[in-house]
């Protein structure tokens, strides 16, 4: 550790003997109003060819500085106008003037030597941006204000859909919970990523029980940025990468704006969407609402959700600014239950379960201030917080029966209605508080430009869960009856204290003009502990307690070590790019692996963490004006993997299984057809893209039986998403088909029994495919929406639950309807 620190201290005095020198080939950018001729201020510009996003300043102008002459693709990005992409070729300083549509009008031809593109909403992260560095690693940025789809209903098939490889589960309660995986990473509440809102974290636990009960709305994202496995240096330990939802906020050229959507859809979907922001010279203020609530496409689906934000910031000039958020979120939800293969094949929108909810009650703070220094060098420092419960009742088969499937176990009734047995309750209350430290330094390595980053991070949390018999009632009562019901199986009450300190640093050297190598380096101290006491029972064959025992536990695992890896770019002539990247990965046990008792499995007392590494390569670029491509090849070294086997005396055991391997190749991509149409006048628009992800894996080692040689789990060999957009005028219609091929959810590939207790728990999910239809018909300041998800009317799965919302198969939604309306003033 000591070594560490004194590498660290001798880069941070090395770096500031550096001089500035300027070396770069400069292009003054205009933006106007295409209407007005007004200057634009606020226009955000990346590209592959600058450092970072640059920022049109009030008098509409961006100074450009290239590395080199080249051509290259601009991104030009701002809330109230169009989004662009030109090819722009660069060979000595210059000035050029861009004319931008506005938002609430229809689109025509762009006045500069370029030919208007449509992007499907993605995006690469520049190598730089305000204390982060992307350059090297697997980058996606998904823009919303260009994604078709189901956007009041949260619907992921649609927003993701040109993300490479993501597996969703589609539980279909609205879009209240986001469920999504990747590179044979479990999809369930997106607990392999590691998710943020505004750069800051927003689940449960990091660490410790890093599950994302709270996703904020679609409409009021502004971007959502996607890093993969490599991002484990800056922002932690995942496998999966990370997911950043960037928020909308109002444009530093207005005074006021509101805005709004509502969407209204089958079995009384209701969705309500207002937003509204304000300038005030240096003050600014954000703020959103959402009401959400619906029946739900199965008996016993019900479900309501509120969301709100506010924001408040002070931004005196361009070098400092301060800024204040709060979120809040309350859902509740009616789970309707868990269904085996054969109620599946007979009715898969049957429920088995008429009294489980979930209840969600989150509460997220940051406060977070950036500061420029001199010679571009850039910090920043926010802390954050959160408080929040996530709660559960439910009748989840009767827990003295070891052997009786809890899907087909019958919630048996007395003689006035009343139920037999009381419901599973399990509490959980979360508190955390954190705080993260960033310093940017620009400096110059052989006359080229090079940065180097320096954070710490520091992490406390306070968690508490206590499983117990709930009411016996039907209605959503979260109260304790353990004093009622005191030899209730299910009985333990824990305290889950976790701390984090890290320190990272990351480096951009320039090799050439077009090369660079990102190395970079994280410590990491994780204390992991377990303050509790449990029940144990022993019941007869009529289900009669016979012994009970009551357990005391206390566990502490210290941890330190160290994260390496490194990356590299080269950038071709006209923008083609090449990435490498290797990182470490590290993923701590759950406290959910610890001390909660599930009807579906056991779980190892001896259970580890997870360690490995994931390795990226590939290219992206643009062929003509039209066509666009990303090509990509990773591997995932998996140690460890925790996942669910069955042992010798058939119990279903949740432990490390082994050692995987996991590799495939990921595709975009994309190609405008709007000059093959319309060369003239522009009133025609087409574009298509293919999304396609090959896949394959193996365990190479493990020490249980019948799973070395086996294909790791929750793995389509093929993932394609595809669409095809087309407009004219004011109307655009798209369509999206998306397949995915057969998967296991368990390490030894267990195949689907029937007449087992284990049936719907264990078995693959077969290959499906779905069709989605979506259109848009713009006005000036009005925009109706709508379409039909599942088109032809698929019935599929994406999920056995071993748990809430089962456990068992967890149906995915027929075809269903939507129609929207949304809004947009300013001034």
């Given at each position: 550790?000591?070594?560490?620190?004194?590498?660290?201290?001798?880069?941070?005095?090395?770096?500031?003997?550096?001089?500035?020198?300027?070396?770069?080939?400069?292009?003054?950018?205009?933006?106007?109003?295409?209407?007005?001729?007004?200057?634009?201020?606020?226009?955000?510009?990346?590209?592959?060819?600058?450092?970072?996003?640059?920022?049109?300043?009030?008098?509409?102008?961006?100074?450009?500085?290239?590395?080199?002459?080249?051509?290259?693709?601009?991104?030009?990005?701002?809330?109230?106008?169009?989004?662009?992409?030109?090819?722009?070729?660069?060979?000595?300083?210059?000035?050029?003037?861009?004319?931008?549509?506005?938002?609430?009008?229809?689109?025509?031809?762009?006045?500069?030597?370029?030919?208007?593109?449509?992007?499907?909403?993605?995006?690469?992260?520049?190598?730089?941006?305000?204390?982060?560095?992307?350059?090297?690693?697997?980058?996606?940025?998904?823009?919303?204000?260009?994604?078709?789809?189901?956007?009041?209903?949260?619907?992921?098939?649609?927003?993701?859909?040109?993300?490479?490889?993501?597996?969703?589960?589609?539980?279909?309660?609205?879009?209240?919970?986001?469920?999504?995986?990747?590179?044979?990473?479990?999809?369930?509440?997106?607990?392999?990523?590691?998710?943020?809102?505004?750069?800051?974290?927003?689940?449960?636990?990091?660490?410790?029980?890093?599950?994302?009960?709270?996703?904020?709305?679609?409409?009021?994202?502004?971007?959502?940025?996607?890093?993969?496995?490599?991002?484990?240096?800056?922002?932690?330990?995942?496998?999966?990468?990370?997911?950043?939802?960037?928020?909308?906020?109002?444009?530093?050229?207005?005074?006021?704006?509101?805005?709004?959507?509502?969407?209204?859809?089958?079995?009384?979907?209701?969705?309500?969407?207002?937003?509204?922001?304000?300038?005030?010279?240096?003050?600014?203020?954000?703020?959103?609402?959402?009401?959400?609530?619906?029946?739900?496409?199965?008996?016993?689906?019900?479900?309501?959700?509120?969301?709100?934000?506010?924001?408040?910031?002070?931004?005196?000039?361009?070098?400092?600014?301060?800024?204040?958020?709060?979120?809040?979120?309350?859902?509740?939800?009616?789970?309707?239950?868990?269904?085996?293969?054969?109620?599946?094949?007979?009715?898969?929108?049957?429920?088995?379960?008429?009294?489980?909810?979930?209840?969600?009650?989150?509460?997220?703070?940051?406060?977070?201030?950036?500061?420029?220094?001199?010679?571009?060098?850039?910090?920043?420092?926010?802390?954050?917080?959160?408080?929040?419960?996530?709660?559960?009742?439910?009748?989840?088969?009767?827990?003295?029966?070891?052997?009786?499937?809890?899907?087909?176990?019958?919630?048996?009734?007395?003689?006035?209605?009343?139920?037999?047995?009381?419901?599973?309750?399990?509490?959980?209350?979360?508190?955390?508080?954190?705080?993260?430290?960033?310093?940017?330094?620009?400096?110059?390595?052989?006359?080229?430009?090079?940065?180097?980053?320096?954070?710490?991070?520091?992490?406390?949390?306070?968690?508490?869960?206590?499983?117990?018999?709930?009411?016996?009632?039907?209605?959503?009562?979260?109260?304790?009856?353990?004093?009622?019901?005191?030899?209730?199986?299910?009985?333990?009450?824990?305290?889950?204290?976790?701390?984090?300190?890290?320190?990272?640093t990351e480096a951009i050297f320039p090799l050439t003009d077009q090369t660079s190598i990102t190395p970079g380096i994280r410590v990491e101290h994780i204390l992991t502990k377990a303050n509790g006491e449990y029940l144990q029972l022993v019941f007869d064959n009529a289900g009669n307690a016979i012994d009970s025992q009551s357990f005391s536990e206390e566990r502490e695992v210290p941890r330190t070590f160290l994260l390496a890896g490194v990356g590299m770019s080269h950038t071709f002539e006209k923008g083609h790019k090449v990435i490498f990247n290797i990182?470490?990965?590290?993923?701590?046990?759950?406290?959910?692996?610890?001390?909660?008792?599930?009807?579906?499995?056991?779980?190892?007392?001896?259970?580890?963490?997870?360690?490995?590494?994931?390795?990226?390569?590939?290219?992206?670029?643009?062929?003509?004006?039209?066509?666009?491509?990303?090509?990509?090849?990773?591997?995932?070294?998996?140690?460890?993997?925790?996942?669910?086997?069955?042992?010798?005396?058939?119990?279903?055991?949740?432990?490390?299984?082994?050692?995987?391997?996991?590799?495939?190749?990921?595709?975009?991509?994309?190609?405008?057809?709007?000059?093959?149409?319309d060369s003239k006048n522009n009133k025609w628009k087409a574009s298509c893209f293919l999304n396609m992800a090959y896949t394959s894996s193996q365990y190479l080692e493990s020490e249980e039986n019948n799973v070395e040689g086996k294909k790791v789990e929750f793995i389509p060999a093929w993932n394609i998403k595809t669409g095809f957009t087309i407009g004219y005028n004011r109307l655009t219609t798209n369509v999206q088909w998306t397949f995915l091929s057969d998967q296991f959810t368990d390490a030894q590939n267990s195949l689907a029994v029937i007449g087992?207790?284990?049936?719907?728990?264990?078995?693959?999910?077969?290959?499906?495919?779905?069709?989605?239809?979506?259109?848009?018909?713009?006005?000036?300041?009005?925009?109706?929406?709508?379409?039909?998800?599942?088109?032809?009317?698929?019935?599929?799965?994406?999920?056995?639950?071993?748990?809430?919302?089962?456990?068992?198969?967890?149906?995915?939604?027929?075809?269903?309807?939507?129609?929207?309306?949304?809004?947009?003033?300013?001034?």
């Amino acid at each position: 550790m000591n070594k560490f620190f004194f590498i660290l201290s001798f880069i941070i005095v090395n770096v500031f003997t550096f001089n500035e020198v300027s070396c770069q080939i400069n292009v003054s950018v205009q933006f106007q109003d295409r209407q007005s001729l007004s200057p634009i201020n606020g226009v955000e510009i990346f590209s592959g060819g600058l450092d970072q996003i640059q920022k049109s300043a009030e008098n509409g102008i961006a100074v450009l500085g290239f590395k080199n002459a080249g051509e290259y693709a601009l991104n030009i990005f701002h809330e109230s106008f169009e989004f662009q992409t030109l090819l722009l070729n660069v060979h000595q300083d210059t000035s050029i003037t861009i004319l931008m549509d506005p938002l609430s009008y229809e689109l025509s031809s762009i006045e500069i030597t370029a030919q208007r593109q449509s992007l499907f909403g993605m995006a690469k992260l520049p190598d730089v941006e305000d204390t982060y560095i992307y350059a090297g690693k697997k980058t996606e940025m998904i823009v919303m204000n260009t994604v078709k789809g189901d956007l009041g209903n949260n619907n992921s098939r649609q927003v993701y859909a040109q993300v490479a490889g993501l597996n969703i589960y589609e539980n279909n309660d609205g879009g209240l919970q986001l469920n999504i995986g990747g590179r044979g990473l479990d999809p369930n509440r997106t607990s392999n990523f590691n998710t943020r809102q505004n750069g800051y974290d927003i689940s449960a636990d990091v660490l410790g029980y890093p599950e994302s009960y709270y996703t904020p709305p679609t409409e009021a994202i502004k971007e959502i940025r996607i890093l993969r496995g490599a991002s484990s240096l800056q922002y932690g330990t995942q496998f999966g990468g990370l997911i950043d939802f960037r928020l909308n906020e109002i444009s530093t050229d207005e005074k006021w704006r509101i805005s709004g959507n509502h969407t209204i859809g089958s079995f009384n979907s209701l969705t309500s969407f207002h937003s509204a922001g304000l300038n005030h010279k240096a003050w600014s203020l954000n703020t959103y609402f959402k009401h959400q609530r619906g029946d739900g496409f199965r008996a016993n689906s019900e479900y309501k959700g509120n969301h709100f934000f506010i924001s408040g910031a002070y931004k005196p000039n361009e070098d400092f600014s301060i800024r204040l958020e709060y979120t809040a979120y309350r859902y509740l939800s009616m789970q309707a239950g868990g269904l085996t293969d054969e109620m599946f094949l007979n009715n898969p929108v049957q429920s088995t379960r008429e009294r489980n909810w979930i209840e969600v009650d989150w509460n997220l703070f940051n406060l977070k201030m950036a500061k420029n220094l001199p010679s571009n060098s850039r910090l920043s420092f926010q802390v954050f917080g959160l408080i929040a419960e996530r709660n559960t009742v439910g009748y989840r088969g009767n827990p003295t029966r070891l052997n009786e499937n809890p899907i087909t176990s019958i919630d048996e009734q007395q003689a006035d209605g009343s139920y037999l047995l009381p419901r599973d309750l399990i509490l959980g209350s979360f508190k955390n508080a954190g705080m993260e430290f960033r310093f940017l330094k620009p400096f110059t390595l052989k006359k080229r430009k090079a940065n180097l980053l320096i954070g710490t991070k520091i992490y406390n949390a306070l968690n508490t869960a206590q499983q117990g018999s709930g009411t016996r009632d039907i209605d959503a009562d979260f109260s304790s009856t353990i004093d009622l019901f005191p030899t209730y199986p299910n009985q333990s009450e824990f305290e889950f204290p976790n701390f984090n300190a890290a320190v990272f640093t990351e480096a951009i050297f320039p090799l050439t003009d077009q090369t660079s190598i990102t190395p970079g380096i994280r410590v990491e101290h994780i204390l992991t502990k377990a303050n509790g006491e449990y029940l144990q029972l022993v019941f007869d064959n009529a289900g009669n307690a016979i012994d009970s025992q009551s357990f005391s536990e206390e566990r502490e695992v210290p941890r330190t070590f160290l994260l390496a890896g490194v990356g590299m770019s080269h950038t071709f002539e006209k923008g083609h790019k090449v990435i490498f990247n290797i990182s470490q990965n590290y993923r701590s046990i759950t406290f959910s692996d610890i001390r909660v008792v599930s009807p579906s499995f056991v779980v190892d007392p001896d259970i580890t963490d997870e360690k490995g590494f994931t390795a990226d390569l590939g290219i992206n670029g643009k062929l003509g004006q039209s066509f666009s491509y990303d090509l990509n090849s990773f591997s995932v070294l998996y140690n460890d993997r925790i996942g669910i086997i069955l042992d010798s005396r058939a119990n279903r055991v949740r432990t490390n299984i082994g050692n995987a391997l996991i590799y495939g190749i990921e595709s975009l991509t994309e190609w405008n057809l709007t000059k093959m149409l319309d060369s003239k006048n522009n009133k025609w628009k087409a574009s298509c893209f293919l999304n396609m992800a090959y896949t394959s894996s193996q365990y190479l080692e493990s020490e249980e039986n019948n799973v070395e040689g086996k294909k790791v789990e929750f793995i389509p060999a093929w993932n394609i998403k595809t669409g095809f957009t087309i407009g004219y005028n004011r109307l655009t219609t798209n369509v999206q088909w998306t397949f995915l091929s057969d998967q296991f959810t368990d390490a030894q590939n267990s195949l689907a029994v029937i007449g087992d207790f284990r049936e719907g728990i264990i078995g693959p999910i077969p290959s499906y495919n779905v069709l989605d239809l979506h259109f848009k018909y713009q006005l000036k300041r009005i925009r109706i929406t709508g379409g039909v998800n599942n088109l032809l009317d698929r019935s599929y799965f994406t999920q056995r639950a071993t748990g809430y919302p089962g456990p068992g198969i967890i149906p995915s939604q027929g075809r269903n309807f939507y129609l929207g309306v949304g809004y947009g003033f300013f001034m």
